[in-house]
Nanobody, 122 residues
Framework: QVQLVESGGGLVQAGGSLRLSCAAS????????MGWYRQAPGQQREVVAS???????NYADSVKGRFTISRDNAKNTEYLQMNSLKPEDTGVYYC????????????????WGQGTQVTVSS
């Protein structure tokens, strides 16, 4: 079994910062791409940022220059540093990871965290 556990959400004023963490645990052989998604009330879930095992990053245009994704491969953990937060960043943030669980089979599956609420007040 694989589990992703997020932490770091909360309430912050516009212009403030938050740092999200997501730790993967369980039967993990390797982790490929890790990412962060968010879902605002009444909206579809959207990708915020992603990072490959080699450190290549991608960001949604709406967060470029404000958010930074990183990972610690030794700890199977990813982070999202969010600066200059805006009210439109409000939503539930989910971590996602593409994980290979078997040493013998080159198959991967996507796993999701339970979500953490981020609320930015104006």
């Amino acid at each position: 079994q694989v589990q992703l556990v997020e932490s770091g959400g909360g309430l912050v004023q516009a212009g403030g910062s938050l740092r999200l963490s997501c730790a993967a645990s369980g039967s993990i052989f390797s982790i490929n791409v890790m990412g962060w998604y968010r879902q605002a009330p009444g909206q579809q879930r959207e990708v915020v940022a992603s990072i490959t095992s080699g450190g290549v990053t991608n960001y949604a245009d709406s967060v470029k220059g404000r958010f930074t994704i990183s990972r610690d491969n030794a700890k199977n953990t990813e982070y999202l540093q969010m600066n200059s937060l805006k009210p439109e960043d409000t939503g539930v943030y989910y971590c996602n990871a593409e994980i290979r669980t078997s040493r013998f089979l080159p198959l991967t599956a996507n796993y999701w965290g339970q979500g953490t609420q981020v609320t930015v007040s104006s």
